[in-house]
């Protein structure tokens, strides 16, 4: 998943830059640019795809890294004595009625 994000994030810049300066290649050439201005694009454009880079490579270190953070925190908070909830909230408690007793919707009766 790493790898395949992040080539699909670094040849989508690229794509993007080559659009960018046959736009402006285009522009120069008709006079409505200047060739300083298409290079301080073209340098704003690298770093915004350094930029993206990183950032996408920081967001897959958080996506590969919240499992283990879950796991690392399950065995801390298991070891502790804290009870796991599984997500749930603590009050939910939905095979049970307030008697303690299971009903028998549960089971497809439909009746109680």
Not at 50 to 77: D, K, R
Request: hydrophobic fraction near 40%.
């Amino acid at each position: 998943v790493r790898l395949m994000s992040m080539l699909a994030n670094k040849e989508m810049m690229l794509v993007a830059q080559a659009a960018i300066m046959a736009i402006l290649g285009v522009e120069v050439m008709q006079g409505r640019m200047s060739s300083g201005g298409v290079v301080g694009t073209f340098t704003a454009m690298s770093h915004l795809t350094t930029a993206f880079e990183q950032f996408n490579g920081t967001w897959l270190n958080l996506v590969e890294g919240f499992p283990s953070l879950l796991c690392i925190s399950y065995i801390f908070n298991h070891g502790n004595g804290f009870p796991h909830s599984g997500g749930l909230d603590s009050n939910f408690d939905d095979d049970e009625d307030d008697d303690g007793s299971a009903s028998d919707e549960e089971f497809g009766n439909g009746t109680r």
